[in-house]
């Protein structure tokens, strides 16, 4: 966990966060028809924490994944400049975000963000999103301006 | 609006509430590419008014509408039962939920639950969700209870 | 059969060909998650019938129902002003196109298309768009004209 | 092309193909929103060539990608064992799919799949699903089998 925290740029206090909030988030998560809680946290630089958690329909496709649902929060309170995304499922090896939110992650976040992935058992993996997410569509193929 | 409070089952601070705080969510919107600001919140049986605003993202399917912004930030913290959705557009008449974000509002609303949408110039409708999907699609469907 | 024809100017025949084309397109589902098998199939003016099935996704937002792998296919292949949808499902009563579905049938169709929903055992309902998806939302919010 | 043809084991005549039907398919686009056409073609092992482009909606989580659009027709029409993905856009360099659409893709097809990105002149970029969605989240997550 040290070496990681050097290498990703992220405090033991804040990859402890990730993890308790994570995993915190993850039991809020509505999820009866696929019964797959994830939960999910960002951290922001300015140092706050917003949570998610997936959030299911009848209608498969208007489900909002964990980590759309906390970006979907963060945005609307305000909250700029992402340093971590942590996600936490209970399967090992740790599930990684759909593409779909891989993609959300890329309108708001750096390439070198650190995603990391918390198993059911006290595991993780970090993959930082161009890794996750490499030669990525964003708003520049429509000729905007990154915003992360 | 003393007649829509009656009607709907809203006291007139409620109402006034809900204008004041979906009007206040369009300003935290993130759309960049539509620019069309849209706000929303939710009241609960228990009090709480939870809002939300539209994030789009380049990759346009990606997008999250307000309605289910707040669906997520509110079912995920926690809440249930919900006592009315209001949502603020800029144009008049007044936008109405897309019929993606009516499928969401199926999912935890009864349906008889009144849907507020305030134009851009001090007038609204008001709808119930019957009446703005009719014969839903829902968990009976596939089986489920409902989660209203 | 023949007054539902009448009043939504169908030739018994193309009632015919709706039923017999929705069931056919039902057995192409991709649907291993909700095990919930839907068709679809569209009527032009012009007398094409384009079929369509749900193809679900492990991550469940990524999923397309069946009406909206049956728009793009015939959107994509230069069909335009469609005549009728016909969906078909597996339970009674018959299930209704999913609000997402209904907002994609808005952006191609007359508010006057019929919808005809047939159920696992010969029965059927129809509606109109403009009484599944009241006072909706479409290209006119955005500034745009209608495409249908 | 000589080169990458045979290092993703395709013939020039079906890279041509690909090609040529990429930018055929992109014409086809539905794009009034975003202006921004999208095409894609599949190549089955079985040599079937199976079109798609984006078919956008006023309500934009409601669009279909150009690559949704195409595994939607081909999966419902019965195919299955994909060869290779191509995608033509207008810009240069080459637009990739949207995580969304790898998302797609991991459903259907082997990680070592090839993703031929054709620019608008006459450029392209190839890179394999393994290598555009990394350490995939998929339906083994969820305890299915691969459906590849
Ligand atoms: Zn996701
Ligand atoms: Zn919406
Ligand atoms: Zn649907
Ligand atoms: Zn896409």
Do not use: W
Request: proline share 8%; with cysteine.
């Amino acid at each position: 966990i040290a070496a990681t925290c050097a290498l990703y740029n992220l405090t033991p206090t804040e990859f402890s966060e990730l993890h308790t909030q994570a995993v915190a988030a993850k039991a809020a998560a509505y999820c009866p028809y696929s019964h797959f809680r994830v939960g999910c946290v960002l951290l922001t630089h300015a140092g706050a924490y917003i949570p998610g958690a997936n959030v299911e329909n009848a209608s498969y496709p208007v489900t909002t994944c964990a980590e759309r649902v906390a970006f979907g929060r963060a945005i609307t309170s305000g909250h700029r400049g992402f340093k971590a995304v942590a996600v936490a499922t209970d399967i090992s090896p740790p599930a990684s975000p759909c593409g779909m939110c891989r993609q959300c992650i890329r309108e708001f976040c750096e390439p070198s963000v650190p995603v990391v992935m918390f198993d059911g058992s006290g595991g993780y993996s970090v993959m930082r999103l161009e890794e996750l997410l490499p030669m990525s569509f964003g708003p520049e193929a429509l000729g905007f301006p990154s915003q992360a």
